[in-house]
């Protein structure tokens, strides 16, 4: 059964370090997503990637936040510097059609990669 | 702001009772609402979603009850099961997916 592949799965750092996850969306999807889900709430969207164009990262404090699909394909999300309110987990998702009036665009999701930061 | 309001924040049902998970909303361009069930560790997965149009829809155990007036969706769980002890997120759909905040059900054997 196809799956959406993130890692690393936990991650522990100090604050003001760097962190980078990675995710790898079902085959033949097109869109993209990263959620962040704080412990004890429902995911909130930070960036979606339709191919390797941004969508929507209105959302996505870039700051210290950037996210990256070079070639429509996989994605990386980077955080840096790391504070301590980042603790939580990114959700990477991905649908085979973009979210339009006519379109479901289901979400597929990962396993996640859970966040620390001391 | 909220834009899907979940309630309860959790919920703790005898084996083969009925688990009831209610969500509202505002937001009247919203065209599709899903259900998603996480289980520990895991991401969450697509359980069963409707569309306004629609006011029930049923798979097996599971039933939505969707009241357009109200700007209300539920979701029913019957003869509810150990193994559907989850968090269960409702979400509602305008160009992108607004989840609500959870609810952990226990099913005690």
């Known amino acids: 059964e196809a799956e959406v592949a993130q890692s690393p799965r936990y991650k522990i750092t100090e604050k003001s370090q760097a962190v980078a996850f990675w995710c790898d969306p079902i085959?033949?999807?097109?869109?993209l997503y990263w959620y962040r889900q704080i412990l004890g709430q429902g995911p909130e969207l930070l960036v979606q990637?339709?191919?390797?164009?941004?969508?929507?990262d209105s959302q996505l404090p870039k700051d210290r936040f950037s996210a990256e699909r070079l070639k429509g394909v996989d994605s990386t999300l980077k955080i840096q510097p790391a504070e301590l309110g980042d603790s939580a987990m990114y959700l990477c998702?991905?649908?085979?059609?973009?979210?339009?009036?006519?379109?479901?665009?289901?979400?597929?999701f990962g396993e996640g990669s859970r966040l620390t930061v001391l | 702001q909220q834009q899907v309001k979940q309630s309860p924040q959790s919920l703790i049902v005898q084996k083969g009772g009925i688990s009831i998970i209610n969500c509202a909303y505002e937001?009247?361009?919203?065209?599709?609402f899903p259900w998603y069930q996480q289980f520990p560790g895991k991401g969450p997965a697509l359980l069963i979603a409707?569309?306004?149009?629609?006011s029930e829809k049923k798979e097996g155990r599971f039933t939505i009850s969707f009241n357009k007036s109200a700007k209300q969706f539920s979701l029913h769980i019957m003869d509810s099961q150990p193994g559907d002890s989850a968090t269960y997120f409702c979400?509602?759909?305008?160009?992108?997916?607004?989840f609500g905040t959870g609810t952990s059900l226990t099913v005690i054997p």
């Open positions: 998702a991905s649908s085979l059609l973009p979210n339009t009036p006519s379109n479901t665009g289901e979400l597929f």
């Open positions: 085959s033949g999807h097109a869109t």
């Open positions: 990637f339709q191919d390797e164009s941004v969508v929507d």
């Open positions: 937001n009247t361009a919203f065209d599709y």
């Open positions: 409707i569309r306004p149009d629609v």
């Open positions: 979400a509602a759909k305008y160009r992108q997916f607004y």
